[in-house]
C-alpha cells in the first residue's frame, strides 16, 4: 500500500534551519509530482511548496519564497523541504502528499492530491 512517511520536524528558534524529509513507498515514486502543507493550531491547512515529477519546476507559497526549497530525490524515493530562517508563524504540522495527476501548474488545493503522510510537527520559538 502507498505510504509516506515524514521526518525532520521538530524545535527550532527562529533564524534556525530545519530540514523535512518525506519518504514513499509503494508507488512508482518518479510518476508523483509532490507537495508540502502546514496546518497551523485553529487554522486550515494550507499550500507550502510542489516538486514536478522531474523535479525541474517548483513552487510555493509567497510567505515561504525565498526561505524555503523544496527539492526531490527519486533514486531515493524521497522529497525533501529545506526551510531556513524560520519564523514563529511557521509552527505547523508539516504535511507531504503525492499527485498522481500529471498535470502540470501549481496545484495548491487539498484534493489535487492523492496520497498523504501523516505530519510532522515543527515549532518555532521567538
Known amino acids: 500500500h502507498v505510504q509516506l512517511v515524514e521526518s525532520g520536524g521538530g524545535l527550532a528558534q527562529a533564524g534556525d534551519s530545519l530540514r523535512l524529509s518525506c519518504a514513499a513507498s509503494?508507488?512508482?515514486?518518479?510518476?508523483?509530482?509532490m507537495g508540502w502543507f502546514r496546518q497551523a493550531p485553529g487554522k486550515e491547512r494550507e499550500f507550502v511548496a510542489r516538486i514536478a515529477r522531474s523535479g525541474g519546476t517548483t513552487y510555493y507559497a509567497d510567505s515561504v519564497k525565498g526561505r524555503f526549497t523544496i527539492s526531490r530525490d527519486n533514486a531515493k524515493n524521497t522529497a525533501y523541504l529545506q526551510m531556513n530562517s524560520l519564523k514563529p508563524e511557521d509552527t505547523a504540522v508539516y504535511y507531504c502528499a503525492a499527485d498522481g495527476s500529471w498535470q502540470i501548474g501549481p496545484r495548491t488545493r487539498e484534493r489535487d492530491y492523492n496520497y498523504w503522510g501523516q505530519g510532522t510537527q515543527v515549532t518555532v520559538s521567538s
Open positions: 509503494g508507488v512508482t515514486f518518479r510518476y508523483y509530482a
